[in-house]
């Protein structure tokens, strides 16, 4: 392993978390702007903690304690086993970087997949329960999935279990998309539609107030993501050289044919490209391409990419208008939509020497795994800390936005916001 | 209607865990992982649909 590389990799991340807190703040609305950048850097601060503290003990590392038990005299790994507060890390420092490496990993990753629900719950989430939200997200529920995929936990060891091909899952599709996209869902469904969003069932368009912020964001996520994949599949499949150097082909490949398909699939539709879309196309295309970074051929990747950037366009408009999730970013979507693609493409495009068949098995196992235990994982415990910590912002702050209502100054103080100016003239 | 939703999506995992223990063959596990996703699948479904009556009111 190229620990030179690896960390110049885990660097990057933080860019991808830029990307998508300007993706989340530009598609909200500007009387929200300055809150969904806070409620970012507040996620990412409680996350990191709480992760470091609590949730890497959980999560662990390949090679690290574990809980073990026995079903039918087979061994299961079901949780890591490290010690909590991160008082193991000195010593394993004296072993070498690796578990080090894990961790900074870890809280960036946790930190990234920790703000996928922010676009779901923008412009009526209080930062009080996000930050409750963070703190379960990263205590609990990424550790929990992270150390059965990344740490030798049951989902990595299909192989000596049940005789399958491990679970694949090289740059985070799963266990930070999918569970990113998990927790978004719950979050929408907790919060409910933004007032004014739905009259007399009938949606209502809230654009976007900042379409510029979001297109950067794209090109920021790109790098972000690069760094994201790289270093997941260093540390946990022990990329070489020329496969991190296909992670970065394939990641730029991907946003471009998701962003194109998306741009083309529009412009069919409503007889011009829409930009919100084509951003989400984008970071759609980077979340299905993640599932097997580095290792699908480059051809592969654009096939997959291309009907994440197609699917997208669809799965937005069902779920806002026929399943009446108000979701402001298509973070359901991109994250859950495209990821659980990219996990099932994987198994389709892989050059493998198992039989295919085989590896469907395992990548169907790794889905129902995350639908039948994670997402009810995630949504009762959610339900519970709203009963705790109430998620919504009370009507008149609705209305009033989350700037001057939790913080108390807008973020665009000198612009002033006509109450009809998407009225139809 | 939604922890019938619950139960369903916890019975679908255990389904395609059973398949995985009980099962040797290649295309009896997958034919039964693919029946538990669906289960999993009703029961999501059963949650949105709770969701969806409550936003649109009585009808």
């Known amino acids: 392993m190229s620990i030179d590389l690896c960390l110049i990799s885990i660097i990057l991340i933080p860019l991808a978390i830029a990307g998508l807190a300007l993706i989340h703040q530009g598609l909200g609305r500007s009387r929200s702007a300055a809150h969904a950048m806070l409620a970012t850097l507040c996620s990412l601060a409680i996350a990191a903690i709480v992760f470091t503290l609590i949730g890497s003990a959980w999560a662990g590392f390949p090679g690290g304690q574990a809980h073990t ?43 990234l997949a920790s703000l996928i629900p922010l676009s779901s719950g923008s412009d009526r989430w209080r930062l009080a329960s996000i930050c409750a939200t963070s703190a379960l997200f990263a205590a609990i529920i990424f550790p929990l999935f992270a150390h059965w995929v990344w740490s030798n936990g049951w989902l990595s060891q299909l192989t000596p279990l049940f005789g399958l091909p491990a679970f ?21 469904w907790i ?33 972000g993501w690069i760094g994201l994949d ?43 490209p829409d930009a919100s879309l084509s951003a989400n196309g984008w970071i759609a295309g980077l979340v299905a391409g993640s599932a097997g970074c580095g290792l699908l051929s480059p051809l592969a990747t654009i096939f997959i990419a291309l009907v994440a950037g197609t699917l997208v366009t669809f799965l937005v408009e069902t779920l806002e208008l026929r399943l009446y999730i108000d979701d402001p970013g298509g973070a359901i979507s991109v994250h859950l939509g495209a990821a659980l693609w990219g996990v099932l493409a994987y198994a389709l495009f892989a050059p493998s020497t198992n039989s295919r068949t085989a590896l469907l098995l395992s990548q169907l196992t790794g889905i129902a795994t995350l639908l039948g235990i994670m997402f009810p994982l995630i949504h009762i415990t959610h339900r519970l800390l709203n009963k705790l910590i109430p998620f919504r912002i009370d009507a008149d702050g609705d209305w009033q936005g989350m700037d001057i209502r939790e913080l108390g100054a807008g973020a665009y103080p000198e612009f002033v916001v006509h109450a009809d100016e998407f009225v139809p003239r | 209607m939604t922890l019938i939703g619950y139960l369903l999506m916890v019975s679908g995992w255990l389904l395609a865990i059973a398949a995985l223990f009980l099962l040797t063959g290649l295309g009896q596990r997958l034919a039964f992982v693919i029946a538990a996703l669906l289960v999993e699948l009703l029961g999501l479904s059963l949650i949105a649909i709770r969701y969806r009556s409550l936003q649109r009111g009585p009808a």
């Open chain 1, 69 to 111: 038990i026995h079903i039918a005299g087979k061994p299961i790994d079901w949780l890591g086993a490290e010690p909590f507060f991160a008082t193991g890390l000195p010593s394993s420092l004296l072993h070498g970087p690796y578990a080090a490496l894990t961790l900074a990993f870890g809280i960036f990753a946790v930190g």
């Open chain 1, 168 to 188: 694949t899952d090289a740059g985070g599709a799963a266990t930070i998309q999918v569970l990113g996209g998990l927790t978004a869902l719950s979050v929408a």
């Open chain 1, 191 to 223: 919060l409910g539609p933004r007032q004014g969003k739905y009259t007399d069932g009938t949606a209502t368009a809230i654009p976007g107030h900042n379409i510029v912020h979001v297109l950067f964001g794209c090109i920021l996520a790109l790098i």
């Open chain 1, 230 to 272: 790289s270093a997941a599949s260093i540390l946990f499949y022990r990329a070489s050289y020329p496969q991190v150097i296909l992670t970065v082909i394939n990641a730029t490949l991907s946003a471009s044919a998701g962003c194109l398909a998306a741009v083309i699939t529009t412009q069919l539709r409503y007889r011009k």
